[in-house]
């Protein structure tokens, strides 16, 4: 299994400030397609998780500008600007590049 | 818009088994995926496998061969999973997500005590 290794554990970050959360993949998610499987989320608390960018740098639909995705084939980030109060909750990176997907263990960001 | 509606907490005993439901609309179920997921609170999200509703056909994560079954009803837009000989390590909250994981059930809780 692909192992998805985030860091850090948690992220405390004042309000208009931005806060960048890591994601290394133990194999490459470049598919024979082109596309970087690698797949970012939010679940604020109590909440399902929401989709926020999708093969590695696309915004979901609806999701703020302020979040935004980069990377190469094993080492990802996902960058929140001006982060907001809204934004408080566990942030998941995730691939889709063969089964079974698979997780990271999530970062908690907070606001100071 | 699109929603994805399960069905509620379940409380089990040891041994027994649970058809969880995720009802769809908004759109077109048939023609889509569905994943399912588990997640223990406090800890990350474990993805159990998928169905594809246009004809059934299915993947598993390993770990979750002969635990999970996925079904779709393709009449009512609704898929269903169920988890058979529940033991507390069964105990979780469960979610059910559509292609593309862009939209999530509201998750069902699922404890599984004698």
């Known amino acids: 299994d692909i192992v998805m290794t985030q860091a850090p554990l948690s992220v405390s970050v004042t309000p208009g400030e931005s806060a960048s959360i890591s994601c290394r993949s133990s194999k490459s998610l470049l598919s024979s397609k082109g596309i970087t499987s690698l797949y970012w989320y939010l679940q604020r608390p109590g909440k399902s998780p929401q989709l926020l960018i999708y093969?590695?740098?696309n915004l979901a639909s609806g999701v703020p500008d302020r979040f935004s995705g980069s990377g190469s084939e094993t080492d990802f980030t996902l960058k929140i600007s001006k982060v907001e109060t809204e934004d408080v909750g566990v942030y998941y990176c995730g691939h889709r590049l063969e089964y079974p997907f698979t997780f990271g263990s999530g970062t908690k960001l907070e606001i100071k | 818009q699109v929603k994805l509606q399960q069905s509620g907490a379940e409380l089990v005993k040891p041994g027994a088994s649970v058809k969880l439901s995720c009802k769809t609309s908004g759109y077109t179920f048939s023609t889509s995926y569905m994943s399912w997921f588990k997640q223990i609170p406090g800890q990350s999200i474990e993805w159990i496998g998928m169905i594809y509703a246009g004809d059934g056909g299915t993947g598993y994560n390993q770990k979750f061969k002969g635990k999970a079954t996925l079904t779709v009803d393709t009449s009512s837009s609704t898929a269903y999973m169920d988890l058979s000989s529940l033991t507390t390590e069964d105990s979780a909250v469960y979610f059910c997500?559509?292609?593309?994981?862009?939209?999530w059930g509201q998750g069902a809780s699922v404890t599984v005590s004698s």
């Open positions: 093969r590695m740098s």
């Open positions: 997500a559509r292609t593309g994981m862009d939209a």
